[in-house]
């Protein structure tokens, strides 16, 4: 307790001596002194995607697994605390491993799959011999997009419950509406309510947290100029959509990406594995008449492969934002030939979500994303074009809001391994 005391007004002195946010400086002093090695121009040998997107051709260049663990930051990223001093980032805490199914029978949406251990140290530290830029070379030096609202009387956040309480009230059968879990293709399994509550409660302080810090979230644009109409943070290895291509750092202030969270990617190998259990166990969940072809393969992992994230593209949209149809090609040209799944988590509100063949949007199906769900496409379908055509506004469970003060929106992790 006293120790939470001294803990609580040390930062609480921080807060109010520093005057900028403290997450900020540390992006201006990371992009300063630091500075961008470009790995590759790609100029010459990157195509356009006409429409807004992601994905696109381009030499494939094994990039530099370069990423910070967030634990370096400290000094950077505690002071992320909200206005209620609660502290961000506390993976671990009120803990329980609890069975998918047995969780799904109860209903109890608030205990968590991320397991109890510590955060292993696995610093990796950039390579000595960098070339580093001049402060005034690169960044923009905005300070990062805080994916929470900040303050107890922010109007906006009381006016945001309000909304969704009367919004929900209208909404009748929101799962049904949506669609069921399964496999929706050969290849693409959707697991509804899959992040418990309290597990999509940590992953938004966590996301928030690493957000405000450097290589934290910004809006990202095109070769062209346009902007992508969402705020983004990578990890792990940093998507640059300008090049399209992984390069070492983030354009909008130099930094190396943080490390993906350990629970994070704990959560995607469970995911992964209780979609092989789908895939193997009940093929005819799906009247997909392609999947019940594939079913009759011995192993589940010839139609979606395992993999081991070392990238994780985090994606907030506002109730306005969106994403384009396009491909998730990016990756290695092995990561992509060997099918290995893209995996997506959604939290907070719901979004429609239109996948298919062809770059098409007439073409494509339609599934809505909820707060919780998990859907995986590899195999035969990790060239799938896909895209977000609308966020469902006061969609998000009230208690998530009420705990996180998520700002009107979605989040959304895609990993992959490059
Ligand atoms: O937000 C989503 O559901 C999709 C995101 C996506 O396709 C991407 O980040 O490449
Ligand atoms: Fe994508």
Not at 196 to 216: A, F, H, N, W, Y
Not at 326 to 340: A, I, M, P, T
Not at 365 to 380: A, M, N, Q
Request: aromatic share 6%; glycine share 10%; hydrophobic share 30%.
């Amino acid at each position: 307790m006293v120790f939470m005391y001294r803990l609580i007004r040390a930062k609480t002195f921080r807060l109010l001596t520093s005057p900028l946010p403290v997450p900020y400086i540390s992006r201006q002093i990371c992009s300063g002194l630091l500075s961008i090695r470009k790995m590759n121009s790609g100029k010459d040998s990157v195509s356009e995607d006409s429409i807004p997107g992601r994905g696109g051709a381009g030499i494939k260049l094994r990039p530099s697994p370069d990423c910070i663990d967030r634990r370096e930051c400290r000094g950077a990223v505690e002071t992320s605390s909200d206005s209620l001093g609660v502290r961000h980032g506390s993976f671990g805490k009120r803990r329980s491993r609890i069975d998918l199914r047995s969780e799904q029978r109860s209903g109890d949406g608030n205990s968590s799959k991320f397991g109890n251990k510590n955060i292993p140290a696995h610093v990796k530290r950039s390579k000595s011999g960098q070339s580093y830029r001049k402060p005034d070379e690169g960044a923009n030096h905005v300070a990062p997009f805080d994916i929470c609202l900040s303050g107890s009387r922010d109007s906006a956040v009381l006016k945001s419950l309000q909304e969704m309480e009367e919004n929900q009230e209208n909404v009748e059968h929101p799962i049904e509406e949506s669609g069921g879990q399964g496999v929706l293709r050969p290849g693409m399994v959707l697991l509804k309510r899959y992040i418990s509550l309290g597990d999509q409660i940590e992953m938004v302080k966590t996301c928030r947290e690493i957000g405000l810090g450097p290589g934290g979230f910004y809006r990202p644009g095109y070769k062209n100029g346009a902007k992508l109409r969402l705020q983004m943070m990578c990890l792990g290895l940093n998507w640059d959509p300008e090049t399209r291509k992984y390069e070492g750092r983030s354009p909008a202030d130099g930094c190396r990406p943080p490390c993906i969270p350990r629970e994070f990617n704990q959560l995607v190998e469970t995911a992964i594995q209780d979609a092989h259990g789908l895939l193997g166990k009940d093929c005819t969940l799906s009247n997909v008449e392609d999947v019940l072809k594939d079913c009759t393969l011995s192993n589940v992992e010839d139609m979606l492969p395992a993999m081991s994230p070392d990238i994780c593209i985090v994606n907030f949209y506002t109730t306005t934002g969106r994403l384009g149809l396009h491909q998730d090609r990016d990756e290695s040209s092995e990561s992509l030939d060997k099918g290995l799944p893209v995996v997506s988590f959604s939290v907070g509100d719901s979004a429609e979500f239109l996948y298919g063949d062809q770059r098409d949007v007439n073409k494509a199906d339609k599934v809505v994303l909820e707060s919780g769900d998990v859907l995986i496409f590899g195999g035969k379908s990790r060239h799938l074009f896909h895209g977000v055509t609308s966020v469902i506004p006061n969609s998000a469970p009230k208690a998530l809001i009420e705990e996180t003060r998520l700002r009107p929106g979605r989040l959304n992790l895609t990993f992959r391994q490059y």
